[in-house]
């Protein structure tokens, strides 16, 4: 929540009152920082009252009207998208994102239980193939915000990417040919690179990581690769094996596969934080 709003009240009112906003001797209401815990803002720009109390105040003032709802809904994004523009912001939005998508799916299987047998199974399917595409684009988002934020990181892409045998890294002084490449390197990333073969995701990851010395200890992706044939059979072989079995998916298999999707995600977040810190030792 911002640490204050500000809008018109009614004249003569200047107490200051522990958990509600102080009102200004000109009529100004501000939610201060000393007292705004009574106070949340949702996404939408409206003020919500923990305690009665608080809502009660918010109502007498009219404190959601449309002019200081939009206001904040403005502020906000505008805040968002600084932060999520920033190195930091970009890592934390990437793994946020993961976690909502894996939150959903949890809550959808869990719904999914009230469902006749032959649309469960359909459904079920659907989420299973979900959670392994929300991974993919975790570890697509990842690597292209440590490309984005790192210029070691970004020459280490090109010098160490094998469809880029051809291309050169840039002097350290052409600030244009890093940024021109940095460019061709998010793209190549979000458009060329299949995340879903997670060998190929292990060397890309090792060879990024890796500016001074060889570090060992990618997480191990055993069974997500199970996950991954399986997610492989419900896109392209509409449920069925190469035997014309069919997948049956369960709950309980949605909720092992994101449970192992967390666990990875978290792995490898785990995994460039321990190569960060030698490289800063």
């Known amino acids: ?15 200051i009152m522990r958990g509600y906003p102080s009102i200004k001797d000109d009529g100004t209401l501000v939610i201060t920082p000393s007292n705004d815990k009574a106070y949340r803002m949702n996404i939408n720009g409206e003020i919500i009252g923990v305690t009665n109390a608080a809502q009660t105040l918010i109502d007498k003032y009219n404190l959601n009207r449309d002019e200081l709802v939009n206001d904040r809904k403005a502020a906000y994004l505008a805040r968002e998208s600084k932060f999520h523009n920033s190195p930091r912001g970009m890592v934390e939005f990437s793994r946020q994102e993961l976690a909502v998508s894996l939150h959903h799916i949890r809550l959808l299987s869990n719904n999914s239980l009230a469902l006749n047998v032959d649309n469960q199974s359909y459904f079920n ?7 392994v595409t ?20 970004l020459e280490s892409f090109v010098n160490n990417y094998g469809k880029w045998k051809d291309k ?13 490449i940095r460019c061709k390197a998010v793209k190549e990333v979000r458009t060329n690179i299949l995340f879903h073969n997670l060998s190929k995701v292990k060397f890309l990851y090792e060879s990024i990581f890796t500016l001074r010395f060889r570090l060992d200890g990618f997480p191990d992706f055993t069974q997500l690769d199970t996950a991954i044939y399986i997610r492989h059979d419900i896109v392209h072989r509409n449920g069925r094996d190469h035997t014309g079995n069919y997948c049956f998916i369960t709950a309980d298999d949605i909720s092992e596969l994101v449970s192992q999707v967390s666990d990875f995600a978290s792995a490898v977040q785990y995994f460039v934080a321990e190569h960060e810190w030698k490289l800063n030792q």
Not at 1 to 15: E, F, P, Q, R
Not at 125 to 131: C, E, K, P, Q, R
Not at 134 to 153: P, Q, R
């Open 1 to 15: 929540m911002s640490k204050s709003y500000s809008t018109s009240t009614a004249k003569g009112h200047n107490k």
């Open 125 to 131: 399917n659907l989420l299973y193939s979900n959670t």
């Open 134 to 153: 929300a991974l993919e684009v975790f570890l697509s988002d990842y690597l292209v915000s440590k490309i984005e934020s790192n210029n070691d990181y």
């Open 168 to 180: 050169v890294y840039p002097n350290k002084s052409n600030l244009e040919g890093i940024n021109d």
